[in-house]
């Protein structure tokens, strides 16, 4: 029996919304994947549409993303699903500017237009280097991209030497969600009551840290007496639910255990004392929003591109992990509780370093989004004016 999908008539509605604009209403478009994806637009869409007065359009494949509810009048979003009405739309769009964090643009199901001179625009998600967590050739079909520091900048264009690319418009930009972050004023220092609080917030894969230790290690810190969230990555609950089943039966009891999904909310990145991770990128966001270090299971690292050597740069994630707190093996996990307390008593001399390497790592802190809104608004006053 063939399912019907409950959004189809949704689906085709917001399409022959959105196509039925002028061009200059869907002059600058974004694309979002997921409801996470606006978290790292939210600076850029703040200044475009506040500051510089534009109007936007929001496309996204999600039926709960938050944007769709938006009382931002110069915002129009519209549900396009994932299926083939994406795929056609795609492939025939009309606008001048599209803003995505998707990689792999012309690998798989996204496409560049085939009948309009689109400008296509890459917004990191990560703080990661471009080489090794990410698949060969996952930015080699963006006009512009932003970068999120000089490491980005080197690799890309070291890429395009190694492989004969036209280059590609690189831009000074930042990172919108360590922005967000900073300005949610966490407090440098955690209350007393929270010392011995815990988020475990790693990557995921089959190599990774929860997917393969993680039941050990939360027993390991609940039995030591620390308070322990556990913040898996969407991918993790989608494609492993039966460790997020096992967490729940094991600890979902637990009042000093909390499975925490939504990785939009702030609750556990403020509350905790200490981070533990694997080579998730969020282990920088966090240290470079908080000052707090990390304690890093040094699990097999995460690689997408087996030619990542091919570039010169050893990626940011590793040489990172070293200065930004400590590493311990994954045969190691008894000696956590220990490992948690140096860093406790070495806390301010981390934070100084942390921030010495934040500023020579991330570019216009705290201005990303008037930096990366100003560059959208130029490049889509610059495209040509005969689209119709």
């Known amino acids: 029996m063939k399912i019907l999908n409950p ?84 492939l025939t769009l009309k606008a001048k500017v599209l803003v995505m964090t998707m990689p792999d643009l012309e690998t798989f199901h996204i496409k560049r237009s085939k009948v309009y001179p689109v400008h ?139 499975l925490e999904t939504d990785i939009q909310r702030f609750d556990s990145l403020q509350n905790s004392q200490f981070m533990i991770s694997d080579w998730s990128g969020i282990a920088l966001e966090h240290a470079f929003s908080t000052g707090r270090p990390i304690l890093y299971i040094d699990v097999p690292r995460k690689i997408n591109n087996n030619d990542y050597e091919k570039i010169s740069y050893t990626p940011i994630e590793e040489i990172l992990r070293e200065k930004l707190g400590c590493i311990i093996s994954p045969n190691q996990l008894d000696k956590v509780p220990e490992k948690l307390e140096f860093l406790y008593q070495n806390l301010e001399s981390f934070k100084k370093q942390i921030f010495q390497i934040r500023s020579e790592t991330i570019f216009n802190l705290g201005r990303s989004g008037e930096v990366g809104s100003k560059l959208i608004a130029q490049i889509a006053d610059e495209q040509r004016q005969d689209l119709n």
Request: aromatic content about 12%.
């Open 120 to 258: 296509y625009i890459y917004v990191f998600h990560s703080i990661v280097s471009t080489h090794m967590v990410y698949r060969k050739g996952a930015f080699d079909n963006y006009d512009t991209i932003l970068c999120v520091g000089k490491h980005h900048v080197k690799e890309i264009r070291e890429t395009e030497q190694v492989y004969g690319l036209k280059p590609k418009n690189l831009v000074e930009h930042g990172y919108g969600r360590l922005d967000s972050l900073i300005k949610h004023n966490f407090s440098l220092i955690v209350p007393e009551k929270y010392k011995k609080n815990v988020l475990i917030a790693p990557s995921w894969g089959q190599n990774a840290l929860l997917e393969n230790h993680g039941l050990e290690l939360v027993k390991i810190l609940l039995k030591n007496n620390y308070c322990v969230s556990v913040r898996p990555h969407p991918v993790t609950v989608k494609k492993w639910p039966k460790i997020i089943k096992l967490l729940k039966d094991n600890f979902g009891n637990n009042p000093n255990f909390i």
């Open 7 to 90: 959004f189809q008539k949704y689906e085709e509605k917001e399409l022959k919304r959105f196509e039925s604009l002028d061009i200059n209403e869907k002059s600058i478009v974004f694309y979002a994947e997921d409801n996470y994806t606006l978290m790292h637009f939210e600076p850029i869409l703040h200044e475009l549409t506040t500051n510089l007065g534009r109007h936007v359009c929001y496309l996204t494949s999600s039926p709960t993303d938050p944007i769709l509810k938006t009382e931002n009048k110069m915002i129009k979003s519209f549900y396009i699903g994932d299926g083939t009405r994406r795929t056609k739309l795609f």
